[in-house]
């Protein structure tokens, strides 16, 4: 076991030497970076592999005894300190870019001197025959003392983590805020552009109920600032561009509902062109495809269900286009939208 311990040791100490030959060095550019950043990765894996199973070994040698004498605080205070020993390795080895301010505090060289102490200490305890001739002040000291420092850094960087915080999350929220409001504003811009009698059309996505309140209103302004604003959404509704139309009708009240309810029905079927045109030309299916289209369609008919139109049959073509055959390079999936449909047919009919 002694003889695994020390060639672990001897792994720990080669990545040691390479990455103390590389600390506080620019970070070349180029390919010559990529090499760089590949080298200081395998070295800390390295150490990280060579540092465990040396300290596996000590441990079940039971040569950490003069740690305490109390078990379970012997036990915590090693995995606690080989932990933050090697967390400390990491920031150090890996630069000032991202480190905690302790890291750069104590410099770009502490890797240089954070390891031999470690590595003297786990030469000594693998081979107990060196105690006679060494003093255990010597080893057992700058051992402890390193390790203490490691846990005292750790402790440090999660102190500064728990203080950023409250700083970390105002920032995000003034991003995002900055982000909503330059959002906001080219919406607005994109609506105040518009001519709503002949491109409404392009700002119904505008009209959800998910749209910031601002927008919404200025959309539903600018589209009924055109007379025939419900005439032309009737007839939108025998294009491509039903489901726009059905999206708005899902969100949205009209003042003439008598002029849309037979016209439902033929965007319906406009709805289960595009559904077969999905079938077909979608190579990997998802679950929440079509959905959302289906649901406002489901929504807008539950809107004018008092006019007595019939629109199972739209509907029940709605559903076939569904069934469509999938060629044998297309992924199928458990589309949500089915259900919702089969549960409405089975209701209205």
């Given at each position: 076991?002694?003889?695994?311990?020390?060639?672990?040791?001897?792994?720990?100490?080669?990545c040691y030497f390479g990455l103390a030959s590389m600390?506080?060095?620019?970070?070349?550019?180029?390919?010559?970076?990529?090499?760089?950043a590949f080298a200081l990765f395998f070295l800390f894996?390295?150490?990280?592999?060579?540092?465990?199973?040396?300290?596996?070994?000590?441990?079940?040698?039971?040569?950490?005894?003069?740690?305490?004498?109390?078990?379970?605080?012997?036990?915590?205070?090693?995995?606690?300190?080989?932990?933050?020993?090697?967390?400390?390795?990491?920031?150090?080895?890996?630069?000032?870019?991202?480190?905690?301010?302790?890291?750069?505090?104590?410099?770009?060289?502490?890797?240089?001197?954070?390891?031999?102490?470690?590595?003297?200490?786990?030469?000594?305890?693998?081979?107990?025959?060196?105690?006679?001739?060494?003093?255990?002040?010597?080893?057992?000291?700058?051992?402890?003392?390193?390790?203490?420092?490691?846990?005292?850094?750790?402790?440090?960087?999660?102190?500064?983590?728990?203080?950023?915080?409250?700083?970390?999350?105002?920032?995000?929220?003034?991003?995002?805020?900055?982000?909503?409001?330059?959002?906001?504003?080219?919406?607005?811009?994109?609506?105040?552009?518009?001519?709503?009698?002949?491109?409404?059309?392009?700002?119904?996505?505008?009209?959800?109920?998910?749209?910031?309140?601002?927008?919404?209103?200025?959309?539903?302004?600018?589209?009924?600032?055109?007379?025939?604003?419900?005439?032309?959404?009737?007839?939108?509704?025998?294009?491509?561009?039903?489901?726009?139309?059905?999206?708005?009708?899902?969100?949205?009240?009209?003042?003439?509902?008598?002029?849309?309810?037979?016209?439902?029905?033929?965007?319906?079927?406009?709805?289960?062109?595009?559904?077969?045109?999905?079938?077909?030309?979608?190579?990997?299916?998802?679950?929440?495809?079509?959905?959302?289209?289906?649901?406002?369609?489901?929504?807008?008919?539950?809107?004018?269900?008092?006019?007595?139109?019939?629109?199972?049959?739209?509907?029940?073509?709605?559903?076939?286009?569904?069934d469509t055959r999938l060629k044998s390079y297309q992924?199928?999936?458990?589309?949500?939208?089915?259900?919702?449909?089969?549960?409405?047919?089975?209701?209205?009919?």
């Amino acid at each position: 076991m002694n003889i695994i311990g020390n060639l672990a040791l001897i792994i720990t100490a080669l990545c040691y030497f390479g990455l103390a030959s590389m600390a506080g060095k620019p970070t070349p550019g180029g390919d010559a970076g990529v090499g760089h950043a590949f080298a200081l990765f395998f070295l800390f894996i390295g150490l990280v592999v060579g540092l465990i199973i040396t300290t596996g070994i000590i441990f079940l040698k039971g040569d950490f005894e003069w740690v305490s004498a109390i078990p379970s605080l012997r036990n915590s205070l090693v995995v606690a300190g080989i932990v933050s020993l090697l967390v400390m390795a990491f920031y150090t080895a890996m630069g000032e870019g991202g480190a905690p301010w302790i890291v750069k505090f104590l410099g770009k060289y502490t890797i240089v001197w954070l390891m031999p102490p470690v590595l003297v200490g786990g030469f000594m305890l693998l081979n107990p025959s060196l105690q006679t001739y060494v003093p255990s002040a010597v080893w057992q000291w700058p051992f402890k003392a390193i390790i203490s420092v490691s846990i005292l850094c750790c402790v440090l960087m999660v102190g500064e983590w728990l203080v950023r915080i409250p700083g970390n999350l105002a920032q995000q929220a003034t991003a995002r805020k900055a982000y909503d409001d330059t959002r906001r504003q080219e919406f607005l811009a994109q609506i105040e552009r518009n001519n709503p009698k002949t491109e409404m059309v392009l700002i119904l996505v505008f009209t959800t109920k998910y749209q910031d309140k601002a927008v919404r209103e200025a959309a539903l302004a600018k589209i009924k600032s055109n007379p025939q604003w419900q005439e032309y959404l009737v007839d939108r509704l025998q294009t491509p561009w039903a489901d726009e139309i059905f999206r708005f009708l899902a969100d949205n009240d009209v003042e003439n509902r008598q002029l849309f309810a037979e016209s439902i029905k033929t965007g319906i079927l406009m709805m289960a062109e595009k559904f077969k045109d999905g079938m077909e030309r979608t190579h990997t299916f998802h679950e929440g495809q079509f959905y959302t289209e289906t649901e406002s369609v489901l929504q807008t008919l539950e809107k004018f269900k008092d006019f007595g139109v019939d629109y199972v049959p739209a509907v029940r073509k709605l559903r076939k286009a569904l069934d469509t055959r999938l060629k044998s390079y297309q992924h199928a999936a458990n589309l949500r939208c089915i259900p919702l449909l089969d549960a409405w047919l089975k209701n209205h009919s």
